[in-house]
């Protein structure tokens, strides 16, 4: 009885059918000053919408206390991007009471009170934000504000189920050439192709990074394959024999 001895992948094709102008040809592949390694083909692609800045910026306030620590909470949507705007509703001396507003105006988040003391720091998780506002040697007065203003990015990155950006959701597969890790540290990859629907590909031939596979479970509760095909992203298992042996 003759036994598959190998595999050889790359003589198969890697879409096995697709549909006609699916994908992306003039995609941007974010840079990455820390990368160390190449991007292959076939690698598998989250997607960046919008950025949101680590601190917020001081209106004309009384109070010379901070807004740090900013960042996206977990959850499938990304941040509005536009300028969020927290308010302080209630002067509190060596505190607050604040309100956070959405970019369209719409109040996500009132009462948000913090924690009484000198110097002391209040962390909050509001609106799909997390921030910390830390009291200042001069107090907070009503309507003293920060504003965490959320820009557009619109770029694509290897997927990452532990990132809160947009990489913990699937959103193509890279099909250009190798890219050196010097490109990436250097800036923006423009103009890439990414098959981001409507195909069926070859599994075996997915480069994953970021310890994912297919069965990984995103925080969106899907597998790495179902996001794919909730993509239009159809996964089959396609061997190349190179060789056999009795």
């Known amino acids: 009885m003759a036994v598959q001895a190998s595999q050889n992948n790359n003589s198969q094709p890697f879409i096995l059918y697709a549909n006609p102008g699916v994908g992306k040809v003039d995609a941007t592949i974010q840079q990455d000053a ?21 601190t917020g910026t001081a209106g004309t306030n009384t109070g010379n206390g ?30 607050g009471v604040w309100e956070l507003k959405a970019p369209n105006g719409a109040i996500l988040a009132n009462g948000l009170t913090m924690t009484v003391g000198a110097g002391l720091a209040t962390i909050f998780n509001a609106g799909g934000l997390t921030f910390t506002i830390t009291d200042g040697g001069t107090d907070f007065a009503a309507n003293d504000t920060f504003t965490i203003t959320v820009t557009v990015v619109g770029k694509y990155n290897p997927a990452n189920g532990a990132a809160l ?18 490109t990436l540290v250097a800036g923006d990859v423009v103009n890439v192709p ?12 997915i480069v994953f990074e970021n310890s994912l596979a297919l069965t990984t479970v995103l925080p969106s509760g899907y597998t790495v394959e179902q996001e794919l095909a909730l993509l239009g992203l159809i996964t089959e298992d396609t061997i190349g024999i190179s060789g056999f042996e009795n």
């Open 165 to 182: 950006n947009g990489q913990q959701r699937i959103a193509g597969i890279y099909m250009g050439d190798t890219i050196l890790a010097a």
């Open 34 to 54: 820390g990368r160390a390694a190449i991007l292959a083909k076939y690698t598998l692609m989250g997607y960046t919408a919008s950025a949101v800045p680590t």
């Open 66 to 95: 901070t807004c740090t620590a900013v960042a996206k909470l977990g959850g499938e949507s990304p941040a509005m991007v536009g300028a969020y705007l927290l308010t302080c509703k209630t002067a509190v001396a060596n505190g």
């Open 194 to 205: 990414i098959l981001t629907g409507q195909a069926i590909v070859d599994k075996n031939q």
